[in-house]
């Protein structure tokens, strides 16, 4: 009896171990978290020296998820009319300048446009 309850036992475990994933848990996540999309822009920004007006290096930098349209200054025109991450930086008030709110395509990580400064 004590082995058919200790065999039952690592059955059970085995059962609730295997049906416990459920293929939403499997999916993997490629799009950068908020730091790094900040990093990614701020390197681009220092890139082309527009970091002058900004306040702490980024470290004010808002992240948001937008669409693109004919506002953006586009790298690519591929990524017009879809989503992409906005970085944009805090600038100091006494400038008469702007950082430019930069994007971030998420599933490459990489710089796909910008919306220049005002």
Do not use: H, K
């Amino acid at each position: 009896m004590r082995r058919f309850v200790s065999a039952y036992g690592w059955m059970m475990v085995a059962a609730l171990l295997l049906g416990g994933c459920d293929e939403e848990q499997r999916v993997v996540n490629n799009e950068p978290d908020d730091d790094e999309a900040i990093t990614i822009a701020w390197a681009y920004v220092t890139a082309r020296n527009w970091q002058e007006p900004a306040i702490d290096a980024g470290a004010t930098a808002e992240v948001q998820r937008v669409t693109v349209d004919d506002d953006y200054e586009l790298l690519d025109d591929a990524y017009a009319g879809t989503e992409a991450l906005a970085v944009s930086f805090e600038v100091d008030p006494n400038s008469s300048v702007g950082v430019p709110t930069i994007l971030i395509a998420p599933e490459t990580n990489t710089v796909v446009g910008y919306l220049p400064a005002e």
